[in-house]
């Protein structure tokens, strides 16, 4: 993949978090709250978000059929239409509106604003209308952090050609946190980062996340968030963190930052 690589990246601390579904549906003040935290620590946020109950339920109320492979959502014609009008219609817009109702002035963005995201069908025979992701314009991120507007962008991206594609919303944050060159990825979901044998991991090395994938211990939505990690990693970024809505959980590393 390549990507229009920010010009404002090593002038600035930017960090990505990525909302999870099941998250946006319990977000309160003491939430927000760490994120004028994070904002008067001097971080740029970028906000990434799925949408994954709000999709299931529209689907159902259509009589569409839904399933995942590897977690990643297979995605027909019709249920591309659901998806995009959920996330751009329906998520992204309130996601916005609380955000400013917090006092945090955020716009909403998707991938196909500015060609923001642009991709090319991953495997159309396998997942259907899912992009595989070959580019970040980081433009548009860039004017509005500036001017220290939190970007909230939506996993949808589009094709040269102009066709919308449902993109796996951890694949969407790590790909963006590498365009920005974001210090810190925090992917935020309804459980308090990894857990093997029953126990929640406070640290973990890619290393590790490999072992723990061929043992059976990480499956189903959580492969693409640790892929997506460790490829994050590997391209640079210190650290990814895989936490609930308090932001604490498991933080992943290279294995020699690991103490």
């Not at 919308?164 to 308090?192: H, P």
């Amino acid at each position: 993949m390549t990507m229009s690589k920010s010009t404002q990246a090593t002038a600035h601390k930017r960090i990505v978090i990525k909302l999870g579904g099941s998250t946006l549906e319990g977000l309160n003040n003491a939430f927000f709250s760490n994120f004028k935290t994070l904002q008067e620590e001097g971080y740029e946020i970028i906000i990434t978000h799925g949408g994954g109950p709000a999709i299931n339920q529209k689907l159902e109320k259509r009589g569409i059929a839904s399933k995942k492979i590897n977690g990643i959502r297979v995605t027909n014609e019709e249920a591309m239409e659901v998806v995009q009008s959920t996330l751009v219609g329906l998520v992204n817009p309130k996601l916005v509106n609380d955000l400013n109702r917090a006092g945090i002035q955020a716009i909403g963005l998707n991938g196909l604003d500015m060609n923001l995201i642009l991709c090319e069908l991953l495997d159309y025979e396998t997942y259907g209308y899912v992009g595989e992701i070959k580019k970040i314009n980081t433009a548009i991120i860039d004017v509005l952090t500036a001017h220290n507007i939190v970007p909230v962008i939506s996993c949808i991206g589009v094709t040269e050609e102009g066709q919308s594609l449902n993109i796996n919303g951890d694949t969407v944050a790590s790909e963006i946190a590498l365009a920005v060159g974001a210090e810190r990825l925090l992917l935020v979901t309804d459980v308090s980062g990894i857990r093997i044998g029953g126990e929640y991991q406070k640290e973990a090395t890619p290393e590790q996340i490999h072992r723990w994938i061929e043992e059976g211990e990480i499956t189903g939505g959580m492969i693409p968030k640790v892929e997506g990690a460790i490829r994050v990693l590997n391209a640079g970024i210190p650290k990814v963190e895989i936490v609930d809505d308090t932001l604490t959980g498991t933080t992943i590393t290279s294995k020699e930052l690991v103490k």
